[in-house]
């Protein structure tokens, strides 16, 4: 098996797994980072989402040996539970996770979003967050969350 230099959440890690294996593996099994969830396995809910040269990727349909010298970030390499990314902590004081599975995904997007946008319309954090899937129901809160973290005014309902 070759071996893979990556980093990821700003450290140098080396793994040696086969060329196909998908980068949400190698970031759960082999480097020990739970943030990111798999969830369809085909890229298509958002729940294994992760930061790719800062922008927001599918990592379970994305083989390790694509990663090459990108920047990658898992939701823990966002912030600490001391000091928690401004949109960790705007989904923390909007409540915005039920049963947190998607959540993960939601957070990473809506770092990336925020980076490209950095006042998005409501409009704009629908739409880029029309990818994740969440059955829990929390959308409202979660729109409120990146509107948080934006520094938009939050509705209130």
Do not use: W
């Amino acid at each position: 098996m070759p071996a893979y230099t990556l980093l990821v959440n700003g450290q140098t890690r080396t793994v040696d797994v086969d060329s196909d294996t998908p980068l949400l593996y190698v970031l759960r099994n082999d480097l020990g980072l739970h943030g990111p969830k798999f969830g369809c396995g085909l890229g298509q809910c958002g729940a294994c989402t992760v930061l790719f040269n800062g922008a927001a990727t599918r990592s379970c349909v994305l083989p390790v040996s694509s990663v090459g010298d990108a920047k990658v970030t898992t939701l823990e390499g966002l912030g600490t539970p001391e000091r928690p990314h401004p949109v960790q902590a705007a989904f923390i004081a909007e409540q915005a996770a039920q049963c947190g599975y998607c959540i993960n995904g939601m957070v990473m997007t809506s770092v990336g979003l925020l980076s490209q946008t950095a006042q998005p319309t409501e409009t704009q954090i629908r739409d880029a967050l029309a990818g994740n899937l969440c059955r829990c129901g929390t959308h409202t809160r979660i729109i409120k969350a990146v509107q948080r973290a934006a520094g938009t005014p939050v509705k209130e309902a």
